[in-house]
């Protein structure tokens, strides 16, 4: 879109958050607000020009038609907003449902838009009617927001743009943290006097588990056969080098030759350019302690229980593959403040 003059670039990277063990107990400065469990979205439009972009930069345009369509047709024609699309089926977020929209045949994503169509639940505004919010206080941005999603919205069909629901009060919270009703993944905790800092980790996230997105690294073949065995995970220093965190080894068994097919072509030194796995241990055999490089592409959301000198202590459980997220997004940051006070670290 050379020619189109969005209100913001396309660049613009969205607010991230921290990982923290429990959220900030001072509702007064904070307003809460589900996790939802899809694809971090921003949504761009100029005129009948649209654009959707990824949390990695990537545009989402050609695998969400519908919310495409959906924008390029408000009354509103000029905005940038913050969201998550989501996939739902019987009340609840359907994450494997968004991947399969990742799909290079036009064919198929048409008839998946059709068949399970996806909803862009906002939750920020960035830019309305030509005019940047970036500055503005969080609280003014949300009724900014408000008016917008009610100017939009409409009963006759289903809702592909919805309003996510905010509160501040703390024991709503804490209940949305403890139900994980209708697909969420925890909660968000945003100072309510702050403006939108792009690109920052200037929110609190809180998750009933402990969890991180990784990069594979490389991979082991299982002790007998050909078929993959384990996935060996990474994190990205301050830099950029990629250390061996850990490994997974909770593969479906019925999709690992598929798995190992598609990790072979992927096979390209170094695999780690910090720390790399170490040789076989007294534990192991000489087959299994050997591993086979990879290019930085996929990323994995695993989840863990103990971490000991920037490594996980076990092995991990892998909740599910992230085509969405940037390998290079995949930082040691998410180990470290598991412990942290957001009270300290956002002040």
């Known amino acids: ?37 899809g694809f971090r979205c921003l949504a761009f439009r100029a005129g009948a020009a649209v654009e959707l972009r990824a949390k990695s ?25 913050d969201g998550e699309l989501l996939i739902e089926r019987d009340g609840s977020s359907d994450f494997a449902a968004l991947q399969n929209r990742l799909h290079p045949a036009a064919s198929r994503i048409e008839r998946l838009s059709l068949q399970t169509p996806a909803k862009l639940m906002l939750f ?19 009724a900014l ?10 009963a006759r069909r289903p809702p592909c743009v919805a309003l996510s629901p905010v509160t501040t009060q703390l024991r709503t919270a804490q209940r949305w943290l403890s139900t994980r009703r209708n697909g969420t993944d925890g909660v968000i905790a945003k100072l309510r006097d702050e403006p939108y800092r792009s690109g920052e980790r200037a929110m609190v996230k809180v998750k009933p ?9 490389g991979f082991r073949y299982a002790s007998s056969g050909r078929e993959v065995g384990s996935l060996l995970l990474g994190l990205y220093d301050a830099e950029g ?8 080894s909770t593969l479906a068994h019925a999709e690992r030759a598929a798995l190992t097919r598609r990790l072979e072509a992927l096979r390209a ?18 087959r299994s302690g050997e591993w086979q490089p990879l290019k930085p592409t996929l990323v994995v959301e695993v989840s863990f229980d103990q971490v000991t000198g920037d490594r996980f202590r076990h092995g991990t459980r892998l909740l599910r593959w992230r085509p969405d997220k940037a390998p290079r997004q ?13 009270m300290k670290l956002l002040r």
């Open 269 to 286: 030194p170094p695999g780690f350019t910090g720390r790399s796995p170490g040789g076989p241990s007294r534990w192991s055999t000489q």
């Open 124 to 142: 920020d505004a960035l830019s309305l009617a030509g005019k940047s919010l970036l500055e503005c206080p969080l609280r003014e941005r949300r």
């Open 57 to 81: 930069g990537k545009s989402l345009m050609r695998y969400f038609p519908e919310i495409a369509s959906v924008l390029g047709q408000l009354k509103v024609t000029r905005f940038v907003l």
């Open 145 to 154: 927001l408000e008016g917008f999603v009610s100017r939009v919205a409409s």
């Open 241 to 248: 080098r990629l250390h061996h965190v850990g490994f997974t």
């Open 330 to 342: 995949c930082t040691w940051n998410q180990l470290r403040q598991k412990a942290a006070d957001p």
């Open 209 to 217: 588990i402990r969890s991180a997105d990784c990069v594979v690294g």
């Open 1 to 37: 879109m050379p020619n189109v003059r969005f209100d913001l670039p396309l660049t613009t990277a969205p607010m991230e958050a921290l990982l923290a063990p429990e959220l900030p107990a001072e509702p007064a400065r904070w307003q809460y607000e589900p996790k939802w469990d």
